[in-house]
């Protein structure tokens, strides 16, 4: 059997509107971001899937990079996990929600590094753009999902440490 031919003028309609569909999802432009040294280690996978759609007043966007995301247009914070573990540190550790972290405050950026878990997740954000408070307690319940084995110390804990004398 000969199967009907759709009209010239309907066909000539419905390619243009698929093509226009097909543009407009590939419009929103993927964030590039380099990937951390070990951002294959499938620790990082529990706690890619758990990051939250927002952060503050900026949207979760697509980046072209494993174990990485990023949230704004333009970017207000960057996440990349599998970053090198930091060692002991005179940086300033703070603790949010169970989660440690050492921040390095930089002019503008600030990176914020989580301490104790392996392997570590790097964030990158710009104070003015967005409050680290909110970074911090936005990534908490995601960060959790790598296990901690260390914890700050902090100066009051080194106090008391013996001295061995």
Known sequence: ?????????????????????????????VVDVAPAKDAANPACAPMMVALPDTM?????????????????DPSKVILRCGVNVPGPTTDRCVSVNGIDWVIKEGDPVWTL???????????LMDPDQISSATVLAELSAAAGKIKATRNCVGQ?????????Q
């Not at 059997?1 to 432009?29: E, I, K, Y």
């Not at 503050?56 to 704004?72: F, H, I, M, P």
């Not at 009051?156 to 061995?164: S, Y």
């Open 1 to 29: 059997m000969h199967q009907p031919r759709t009209p010239l003028p309907l066909r000539s309609l419905l390619l243009p509107a698929a093509a226009a569909v097909l543009a407009l999802s590939g419009c929103a432009p």
């Open 56 to 72: 503050g007043d900026a949207g979760l966007r697509k980046t072209n990079s494993q174990a990485t995301a990023a949230w704004g």
């Open 113 to 123: 590094t989580t301490f104790g878990r392996e392997p570590a997740t790097e964030i």
């Open 156 to 164: 009051e804990e080194l106090q008391n440490l013996p001295t061995g």
